[in-house]
């Protein structure tokens, strides 16, 4: 669905603009990270503890996070008395949420350094009396945020009706979801799972079962045992980056003997090998 231009006009003090510049470019930081390396400093490590079945990734949404690069702009340099910005209600709420995510890297920057002395802690600023200050700056500056929400969302339901606001809200969470997994995952690491390794192999070993049914299926000879199971590999790597939608590991696992599942990773196979048709004899 286009996204319609609705944006409101508001002014932002000094500090208003300092908590929220600080938290826009930590976003984009991280998210460029991962265009360029695949792997940003900040996301959830699906690989070393595999979340469950079932386990809702978000979605990526290009129009959002086109909104969210469009702030960059907005948040360069340093006024002198304030700056007047415009934004719409997905832009306020991307901000609202680059404040929250900031204020958890700064508690991640804390536990990282819990056994520094209070001396460097001050200077690094993740003091008890520092944080505290910094979550007091961030609580007022979303609910002067949240109060523009209100206004952004009346001019866009205005603008569209109510039932493609609602479809649009659907599609922001999924996509504020990703950004939270993948770009903005400020929580320290927990246990590994035991069996970690056994229990990707398996699925390594479904989905390849799933892709020769799916070949056979639409008429091609599957590639051998090694070539396939390096697809399979790449293809899970691409589904917990978020790039197959909702096609995940576990969405095809679910249903392993469904047709458009093995049609999906059939194709997936197809369009990156050179296969030889079966005998139609």
């Known amino acids: 669905m286009a996204l319609i231009d609705t944006q409101i006009g508001f002014r932002l003090s000094n500090a208003q603009f300092d908590i929220l510049a600080r938290g826009i ?4 930081l991280s998210h460029r990270k991962r265009q360029r390396t695949g792997n940003p400093p ?16 978000g979605l990526y949404n290009q129009p959002f996070m086109d909104k969210t690069l469009a702030l960059e702009e907005t948040f360069k340099g340093k006024p002198q008395n304030g700056r007047r910005v415009k934004m719409d ?5 991307t901000a609202i949420f680059a404040i929250r995510a900031h204020v958890d890297y700064v508690r991640l920057l804390r536990h990282q350094n819990r056994s520094e002395d209070p001396e460097a ?13 910094l979550k007091a700056k961030a609580h007022r500056v979303i609910r002067s945020l949240e109060r523009y929400v209100k206004k952004a969302n009346r001019i866009l339901i205005t603008e569209i009706g109510k039932e493609k606001y609602a479809a649009l809200m659907i599609s922001w969470k999924a996509h504020l979801r990703w ?14 799972v035991l069996g970690r390794r056994k229990r990707q192999q398996q699925d390594l070993d479904g989905l390849m079962e799933m892709a020769t049914h799916g070949l056979r299926n639409a008429g091609y000879r599957p590639p051998k045992e090694k070539q396939l199971r390096h697809l399979m590999r790449l293809y899970a790597r691409y589904a917990r980056s978020g790039q197959q939608g909702h096609w995940t590991i576990q969405f095809l696992l679910d249903k392993r003997n469904g047709f458009s599942n093995t049609y999906h990773l059939a194709h997936f196979v197809i369009d990156r090998s050179k296969l030889k048709e079966l005998s139609k004899s």
């Open 25 to 28: 470019n930590l976003l984009l």
């Open 121 to 133: 802690k001050a200077r690094m600023q993740i003091d008890d009396r520092s944080f505290a200050l």
């Open 179 to 192: 950004m939270r997994l993948h770009i903005a995952y400020f929580k320290p690491w927990g246990k590994p």
């Open 42 to 57: 900040f996301s959830y490590p699906f690989r070393i503890y595999p979340p469950p079945r079932g386990f809702d990734r």
């Open 89 to 93: 209600t997905f832009q306020l709420r």
